[in-house]
C-alpha cells in the first residue's frame, strides 16, 4: 500500500488535542466552506486531515488555493493536511 503527502501546512505551533478527519469526493462546490466551518465553529486546538478519494474536479486545486491563501484569525487551528 502506498500513501502519499499531498500538502500541508502549519498555521500554529500548539499542540494538537485532536483531529478532523474527513473524506472527500468531489466536493469542489462545498469544500472550502467546510473548511471555513469547522474553523470558525471548532474550539480546542486541532488539526484538519483532509484525505482526498480520487477527486475528479477541481477540488484539490481549491483546497490548495485555499492553504495557499488563507491568514490565520483563530488560535486554535493549528494546521492541515
Known amino acids: 500500500m502506498q500513501y502519499s503527502l499531498q500538502f500541508s501546512k502549519i498555521f500554529?505551533?500548539?499542540?494538537?488535542?485532536?483531529?478532523?478527519?474527513?473524506?472527500?469526493y468531489n466536493q469542489e462546490k462545498i469544500i472550502v466552506d467546510n473548511i471555513k466551518s469547522?474553523?470558525?465553529?471548532?474550539?480546542?486546538n486541532f488539526e484538519i486531515?483532509?484525505?482526498?478519494?480520487c477527486c475528479s474536479d477541481n477540488?484539490?486545486?481549491?483546497i490548495k488555493?485555499?492553504?495557499d491563501t488563507y491568514k490565520n484569525e483563530h488560535?486554535?487551528?493549528?494546521?492541515i493536511k
Request: no cysteine; glycine share 2%; net charge negative.
Open 38 to 44: 469547522y474553523i470558525t465553529h471548532t474550539l480546542d
Open 59 to 62: 477540488t484539490k486545486d481549491n
Open 49 to 53: 486531515i483532509l484525505i482526498l478519494d
Open 12 to 24: 500554529n505551533t500548539g499542540t494538537v488535542e485532536y483531529s478532523i478527519v474527513t473524506p472527500v
Open 65 to 67: 488555493k485555499f492553504i
Open 75 to 79: 488560535n486554535n487551528f493549528i494546521k
